[in-house]
């Protein structure tokens, strides 16, 4: 919204703002050369990172998906709420309601088992371009390139795993075809639910609220490192013990004020600020739209059959949230990039850049034809995009289970047999137990109405392809002058007949080579069989997948390098999931003209939004919170300006999804925050980022201490945490 | 909105507000007694208001519901653009849209009579309660005292309209039943349209917009007073020359910033902070439930069928804008009720002096049960409420245009043979013409199938009353199986066979006798026939409303007693369309946790809100005003501080309806501002002002300028008003 306001005003605040906020989610590699005091930020950068001694960097987990990190010696980690949300709701039941009514762990032997969950610490991590580009042979097809260094990253990061047990390697690619680094992690395996607030603080405002400011969502929750008595990571016992971290962070009870200098470290997962104007098109017009209307549909079909029953609601919540989240990023990208016109801005400097390369036979031969490739290879994608959406969406094991667990039965039989480093990701040896947890685990949620219904829309939608672009095995089931009918013949027979719905079966399956799943018979389960029958256009498409990223991957290191020349600078590499710095100031900022959002909501605000919204579930405010708030229980933790305890703050450092759960500091590295969230109008961050919109939502730290303290009384992890009272 | 936010707020933030926001309508006896100085005012009250001098009050118009002011000397009103509208609507047509492209006459001669319009300005004032109140007599009956006070006001104003020709005298109650002051008014007959915006301007943002914060709308028209050559008041003549006014106002192109003195003058229309809870709640609870439901349902009706053409379009635009007006602020105000708990707030208010009452035998005497009897008051009017309002509806020509002057017709021949004080209102010779006018002019905008709807709508409302409360006039109608074809087939032959849709028929049957409206046959048109056949149950309603009024009168003149001793502080009689001044600061406010409004938007913010609605109809941009903002066109109207040229801007002065129009000036008395609205939280300002919450929104006079100068060329309109470039 109001993003032609955004752009003057960017124009405008340019030079104000290049003061103290900077786009940039710095690797390690960047921090030394950083001057941090000139930033603000008053400890040294061998306190933020030191590969040979103890530094912050120590106390940040990689939760999978999100950041989280220690706040205690004992092991104890803080994350988002919504980040712990799966172990929460898989913990929940009728009888023992922690979405509804939060979970405190009284005692160390109280604390629950979050499944699923792992925490990785960052050991190490270096260079490894050379090695990697070095498997690229002259003359290599683009598949082939593809594979290549896929190939070789495997098996470094195989190598890596046999060398060092209990480790996790992981190869990221910084720019794209161009640098490559090896991370190191500790793998814990035994991570426990300590501390939920109930799900209206942790998700208070749901949906109605989510990417928006004001924001009064209490996004944080407690787990807990376990491992064995001999220190070392292992799976869940109940003989292990807490971990003991090299590093952990104290929570400040004094919190920020405005204008004050943060920063954070986290796991940012991926931004696409590099990537020419044809992707942002691409996006524009293709992906984003169709990600849009197809979870919506999603969201409609789940949010109907959880009114019939709180049982339902329970097991359908997770991805609901998970739905609602993306949808609603999707939107407010899509709104960004044609508010902003950023395809054809983008294009616009692309064209600059080609006259650039005109004017130096050098240049011309280096980069003569990059943008002319670049049509072509995204003409290509376009050109697949319908036909490719619509598998895709069939073997995805986040829109059916069912069917996604089948296609993974399938897909194992024909990978499993390669050599490690040969076989899809999900397969190799070091991932298969973690892609077994997944395809099981997600079957705790599995509800028949919402599956049938799943499945036959996406069966649907493919048989509906036009002639040049239907898979044959949609068809075939689709036959005949009736398909809706046949479709639903299909269904009321393979629900019946299947016998997939048994996570013990789906394990074995999995296992059970291919030879074996068709001499037993088990290949001619219903929905196995329909997956081996999509396996050939599946398989078509993963090539045409890697040959396309076989051609792209050296046109954007080719373009990374000619943007470099072009503006005589250096760059950030996007967001990869890994290990990032990021430093801004506490700001509000001003949607709309006349509008200006300040940087702090309070308790205040939580009781308002609740009397403004009477029975809208979003807003329901425990009474508890109520009555503290009336009260004006504000403890040690009142901001002295609001004469209020702070909910959540807004603050303009450059994060996107992955940092949710990052601690943000204050300028001596104290933990002032929980980051949780972006702004509606930054979720174009991930394509452009700018200093007048670009502002992320952090949990304050007063506010978790204050729930902690007045809200649950959970002394013993004050105490813990070394907060005195 | 954030209501619970804004009562806490109104608490902690009292102390700072009283210091220069204070709630308060001053009427002109009211303005010598007040400290101008320590409100920042730096005229003295000697030239805001001089009965036997030239003061601002000169400056200023009654305009028939609005507000203007003279900013030429030769008689330019500035006025708002909804203030106009009526005028500009009426002069549209598909040949000459003057809704759509704007209005400037670039001579004189071009101004185009406004018919309807009439500006009075007031020529003095005085208290003649204890003349009025010697009308009562011990022993009269509730009806009795009503209607005596009654024909002594009207009397009174006879009296002085017979003294003074061209003069318009008025007799406001000041305090309900309790003080009466006389008006007397010059009252200019000839008014011009002179300049409107195109409505792209004059009503940008729409209903969308309306009662919102923030604003871009240019709400201004420029109009100008005629007299006799004589420089006597006069019908329109083509002879009539320009008014020169006593006084006039200078538009100031420096305006004013945040914080700065305001004040404006004005004719607040109602508010009703000295009524009682039992009126809150009959408000809450009965009339404005019913008032939005209604409005709603017609609103609907009239949209619909504007989409069918730009000619039906143009038919139904005023009435539309006055539904959407009313409905908006209605339910702002049930809002505002709502979650402030108005109601039961006063009511505990009232028990404090029901005690206070208790402790005296003294008071307990006078005011002993005063309570009681407003409990049973408004116990009265409930039971009544249904009918009455079904009844109110189907004679209203508001509703219907048709039914509504039948009904005119019919009451006219009750009234007419009356001596003229006897008659309602409306039949008085003073006021005779007008009505007339009223009821010729609303066919004007005739629409068959509106006028037809709407009929038949209020018809099936009454006729579902149940048993007990039917009006029988209605249930003959709709008789037999089937009440909805019978009603169809009554506006078949009625809207055939009437012969009340042609102007001359309506204005001649007005002025016949009933007898002759018998004989002639002219009784036994449709809907005259209805009118007469309604009647008895109607002057059954009016009766009941004026020994109502008889009862509450000295009832709420009790409780303005007994308030002011038991809080031993005097009170400024609410709003009822006589002069007031207010005053305040520029100056924003905050609708919700972390959230502020700042007071002033800007061009910027007009083009912004284009782009952020595209294919809205209410947020059009003209094509000149975005390339004139683009290019940074501001000439000498820009905000130093904004950069920009500021259209609307907020401050904190107790206004209401009426106010529109109000001129708002500076410390200096110079004219900066056109009052035009007030913010949706303000809206419950009509029963209880807060400084936290109530803020009103002005043009900016700079946006003024700058549109006549920048955006029209309107050269003369700028050297009438002495701007120089």
């Given at each position: ?162 060398a060092s047990p209990g480790r996790r ?31 209206a603080i942790g998700e208070f405002g ?357 943007k470099k020349e072009f503006q005589g ?157």
């Open positions: 919204m109001k993003t032609v306001a955004l752009v003057i005003l960017m124009i405008l605040t340019t030079l104000a703002m290049s003061l103290y906020a900077e786009e940039g989610m710095f690797p390690l590699s960047e921090i030394h050369r950083l001057d941090l005091r000139a930033r603000g930020i008053e400890i040294a950068a061998q306190e933020l990172y030191n590969p040979s001694g103890v530094s912050l960097v120590d106390g940040i987990i990689n939760l999978g998906g999100c950041t989280a990190s220690f706040v205690s010696a004992d092991g104890l980690i803080l994350t988002n709420y919504h980040c712990a949300f799966g172990a929460i709701q898989s913990l929940t039941s009728t009888e023992n309601d922690y979405l509804r009514d939060g979970f405190y762990a009284a005692a160390l032997g109280a604390e629950l088992p979050a499944r699923r969950y792992s925490a990785w610490l960052i050991e190490s991590y270096r260079d490894v371009s050379r090695d990697v580009l070095a498997a690229v042979r002259p003359g290599m097809g683009h598949a082939a390139r593809s594979k290549a260094i896929e190939e070789k990253i495997k098996s470094m990061e195989v190598a890596v795993e046999k390697a992981e190869v990221a690619e910084m720019f794209r075809g161009k640098t490559y680094v090896l991370f190191v992690y500790t793998n814990i395996k035994d991570v426990r639910l300590v501390y939920a607030p109930p799900r749901g949906e109605t609220d989510n990417w928006a400011w004001p924001r009064h969502t209490g996004d944080f929750a407690l787990m807990r490192a376990y491992v064995a008595p001999d220190g070392k990571p292992a799976d869940y016992s109940a003989d292990n013990v807490p971990f003991r971290p090299r590093k952990h962070f104290q929570l400040s009870a004094a919190g920020v004020g405005e204008g004050d200098r943060v920063f954070a470290l986290g796991y940012p997962g991926s931004t696409h600020r590099h990537k020419s104007s044809h992707y942002l098109a691409y996006e524009e017009e293709v992906a984003l739209p169709h990600q849009i209307e197809l979870g919506r549909w999603i969201i409609d079909l789940k949010e109907r059959l959880s009114r019939e029953g709180r049982d339902t609601a329970i097991k359908l919540s997770a991805s609901l949230q998970g739905l609602w989240n993306g949808v609603k990023r999707s939107e407010g990208q899509l709104k960004g990039l044609h508010d902003l016109k950023l395809a054809s801005r983008r294009r616009g400097q692309e064209q600059e850049i080609q006259k650039f390369i005109q004017a130096d036979p050098l240049r011309r031969r280096k980069y003569g034809t990059l943008f002319a490739r670049l049509d072509a290879a995204y003409a290509e994608a376009r050109r697949r995009a319908r036909r490719d959406l619509a598998l895709a969406s069939l073997v995805s094991g986040r829109i059916s289970t069912l069917l996604g667990n089948a296609f993974r039965v399938c897909e194992a039989s024909y990978e499993r047999p390669k050599p490690d480093i040969r076989r899809e990701e999900a397969y190799m040896d070091r991932n298969f137990e973690r892609s077994e947890r997944q395809m099981t685990m997600a079957l705790r949620d599995y509800h028949e109405p919402a599956e049938r219904a799943v499945i036959r829309e996406m069966l649907r939608r493919a048989a509906a392809l036009p002639a040049g672009e239907s898979i044959s095995a949609v068809q075939a089931l689709a036959a005949g002058n009736d398909p809706d009918r046949a479709l639903d013949d299909f269904l009321d027979k393979a629900l019946a007949g299947t016998r997939m719905k048994d996570p013990a079966v789906v394990s074995a399956w999995l296992k059970t080579p291919q030879a074996e799943l068709k001499s037993r018979g088990f290949a001619d389960d219903p929905f196995l069989r329909l997956a081996f029958a999509l396996y050939p256009d599946y398989r078509e498409m993963k090539e045409a997948e890697k040959r396309q990223k076989g051609v792209l991957d050296p046109l954007l290191a080719q373009l990374v390098d000619v600078t250096d760059f950030v590499p996007d967001a990869n999931g890994t290990l990032r710095l990021t430093y801004g100031r506490v700001r509000g900022y001003s949607p709309a003209d006349a509008v200006e959002m300040t940087p702090f909501t309070t308790l205040k605000g939580i009781v308002e939004k609740g009397a403004a919204n009477p029975g809208n579930e979003d807003f329901v405010v425990p009474r508890r919170l109520a009555e503290l708030a009336a009260a004006g229980e504000h403890g040690t933790y009142a901001h002295p300006a609001l004469n209020d305890v702070p909910v959540a703050m807004l603050y303009d450092m450059d994060t996107t999804g992955g940092n949710s759960g990052s601690p943000v500091f204050n300028a001596r590295g104290e933990l002032v925050g929980l980051n949780f969230d972006r702004v509606y109008e930054a979720t174009i961050n991930d394509f452009a980022w700018d200093a007048s919109y670009s502002r992320s939502i952090g949990v304050d730290a007063r506010f978790i201490l204050w729930s902690l303290d007045k809200f649950s009384g959970a002394r013993r992890l004050l105490d813990e945490m070394g907060i005195k009272n």
